[in-house]
């Protein structure tokens, strides 16, 4: 979805982590405990897999390995563009508690984007249209789909919107399917593209300035937790995105 990665192709192998980088995944972190380590994940910083000898966030939380070698597992992705919550469980217990969890829609996340132009219409419902997957090279890709193709995925994606001018929105996310690129191809398909989603037709001006990035950030996360009752886990906006909202007179 917005939030599940689509990073495609063969996985070339990240150089060991300095002490720079464990510094900098250290400072990620929003939550941790025995069971569950949350991180709140930069725009650009990919989730997992890759083409180039970069590290991924998963390459990342070898920082977190234990003395018996066990490190986190990741829950759930994010797209590399994407910012905001994460989840990792600390156990092989805690990640298929977590893992169920998610198959099972337990997981409930909300997510914010800057959309344009203006609000969606109606500023407010439920986006239940089925995608399908497609490769394009060794780019994928998700598409509307229709209801009889065997391909067809259903997905059901809740949104309201927060504040409007003529120009943008700021658009709150919940999405009741894990899609690939869910969201942004759910807002795409009512006219209000995320900004910045050049692959889906999102716009890279807003208002005459340039937008840096894709605006779309996890915002937050409520997860069953292991030990028991639930967790709620926030992101704060990152600083590239408040800007935007501040140039458009949303924040």
């Known amino acids: 979805m917005g939030g599940a990665a689509g990073e495609e192709g063969r996985r070339v192998k990240a150089p060991a982590l300095s002490p720079k980088d464990i510094a900098f995944v250290r400072g990620l972190v929003i939550f941790d405990d025995a069971h569950v380590l949350a991180l709140n994940k930069p ?8 083409r180039i000898a970069a590290h991924t966030l998963d390459d990342l939380l070898a920082a977190f390995a234990r003395s018996s070698g066990n490190r986190p597992r990741l829950i759930h992705r994010l797209d590399r563009d994407t910012s905001g919550v994460i989840l990792t469980a600390r156990t092989q217990p805690g990640a298929a508690f977590l893992g169920k969890a998610m198959m099972g829609r337990r997981i409930r996340k909300t997510y914010l984007a800057i959309v344009a132009p203006g609000a969606p219409d109606p500023r407010g419902g439920v986006i239940e249209t089925p995608l399908r997957r497609e490769l394009i090279g060794r780019e994928a890709y998700m598409r509307i789909a229709a209801a009889d193709d065997p391909e067809a995925q259903a997905a059901s994606t809740r949104y309201r919107t927060l504040a409007a001018n003529a120009q943008a929105a700021l658009v709150e996310l919940s999405p009741r399917t894990g899609r690939m690129h869910q969201l942004r191809v759910h807002l795409a398909s009512i006219g209000r593209p995320i900004a910045g989603d050049a692959r889906y037709g999102g716009a890279l001006v807003v208002a005459g300035a340039s937008v840096p990035r894709l605006m779309l950030h996890a915002a937050a996360l409520v997860f069953p937790h292991p030990a028991g009752g639930e967790t ?8 590239d995105m408040a800007a935007v909202l501040g140039r458009l007179a949303l924040a």
Not at 43 to 50: F, K, P, R
Not at 232 to 238: G, K, T
Request: overall charge negative.
């Open 232 to 239: 709620r886990v926030e992101a704060p906006l990152p600083d």
């Open 43 to 50: 725009a650009g910083l990919s989730s997992q897999g890759g």
